[in-house]
Nanobody, 120 residues
């Protein structure tokens, strides 16, 4: 079974930094893309950042310039470095991967979600 294991969430003060990690494990042949989404109470889930297999990245306008997504292909791990955090960044952050596993067809997988709270 393919699993996405997240870590790094927690409580941070406004203006602070946080680094999220997500490792994909299991029978994986290739990863097309990995990324981060978030969902705040009363709001729809939104894209934060993604990185595709070729290395290209994409960011939501709300986090552009404050967040950096990176990956370690050898470890099937994606990171999200978040700086200058604001209270409006408070949300449950979900790791996502588009990959080919043992089924040999491309499928989308989600992590369990990790809470990020920005508050003084």
């Amino acid at each position: 079974q393919v699993q996405l294991v997240e870590s790094g969430g927690g409580l941070v003060q406004p203006g602070g930094s946080l680094r999220l990690s997500c490792a994909a494990s299991g029978s994986i042949f290739s990863i097309t893309a990995m990324g981060w989404y978030r969902q705040a109470p009363g709001k729809q889930r939104e894209l934060v950042a993604t990185v595709i297999s070729g290395g290209s990245t994409n960011y939501a306008d709300s986090v552009k310039g404050r967040c950096t997504i990176s990956r370690d292909n050898a470890k099937n791990t994606v990171y999200l470095q978040m700086n200058s955090l604001k209270p409006e960044d408070t949300a449950v952050y979900y790791c996502n991967a588009l990959l080919i596993g043992a089924s040999r067809y491309e499928a989308r997988y989600w992590g369990q979600g990790t809470q990020v709270t920005v508050s003084s």
